[in-house]
């Protein structure tokens, strides 16, 4: 006698949608970690130093998250950092550096997330450095944007804070901290003063490519050096370039 064998077939498991991932969310559990964030949040905002841990660009909607705060952050969260070298150039003829550097941070040895940070020898930052000397520093700045990539994306800090400017001022001091300790002058051949600095950074619209740009042609290479007999003309300049930018 022949034994009929049956197979049985699976169901087709359906399509995964938008709609679908929201169905299987469990909503109480997600008001309970939103509420944990906005409180870790809180947590970071209370602790963490202006000009030291994060620093204010004027014009800017969001504080610059800097190095330190992001130790800080980590510290705060109980996690650990390494750091991987992506993509390298080290080309010593032509005087080239660049670095693309991922930071892993980990929960013991548990990866949790990810960033990237990338800096070259060709920035406006760097470009008018001695190449040679700036290699080591153009590697440690892809460091910082890597570990700060990764911070902001770990402790969800993004709409907090931004990375995405500058901060540093042409002469590696912080911002906030160059147009408070420049000198003071009340008459024509002096600097300008804090406020007139500000307004420089205000008028770019928080960008400080326009600013280093103008204060460059200007043989300036921070604003605590910008006299008072070119600011009218600096700021127009400024005014001018952010004006075509916002349009192109």
């Known amino acids: 006698m022949t034994q009929v064998k049956y ?56 504080p610059t998250l800097l190095k330190p705060g992001a130790e800080k952050i980590l510290m705060l969260m109980g996690l650990r950092s390494e750091f991987e070298i992506v993509d390298s150039t080290r080309d010593f003829r032509e005087g080239f550096f660049q670095y693309q550097v991922r930071c892993k941070l980990f929960k013991g040895d548990v990866l949790i997330t990810e960033g990237l940070g990338s ?27 890597a570990l700060i990539d990764a911070t902001l994306l770990v402790a969800s800090l993004s709409d907090i804070f931004t990375q995405d400017l500058e901060d540093m001022d042409l002469e590696g001091t912080p911002i906030q901290e160059s147009v408070q300790n420049q000198r003071v002058a009340t008459d024509q051949s002096g600097t300008i003063t804090s406020s007139q600095a500000k307004r420089m950074f205000a008028l770019a619209k928080g960008d400080q490519d326009i600013v280093r740009q103008v204060l460059s042609e200007y043989g300036y290479k921070g604003s605590s050096e910008v006299e008072k007999v070119k600011y009218n003309e600096i700021c127009e300049k400024i005014e001018k370039i952010a004006a075509e930018k916002a349009s192109a």
């Open 119 to 145: 800096c070259n020898t060709k920035e406006k930052k760097y470009i008018k450095q001695d190449a040679f000397g700036a290699d080591n520093t153009v590697l440690k700045m892809a460091k910082k944007r």
């Open 7 to 62: 197979e049985i077939s699976q169901p087709t498991p359906p399509p995964v949608t938008s709609l679908s991932v929201i169905d299987e969310v469990n909503i109480q559990h997600v008001q309970a970690t939103m509420a944990k964030i906005n409180q870790f949040q809180a947590l970071v905002q209370k602790n963490l130093r202006q000009n030291h841990d994060y620093g204010i660009i004027p014009g800017t909607p969001k």
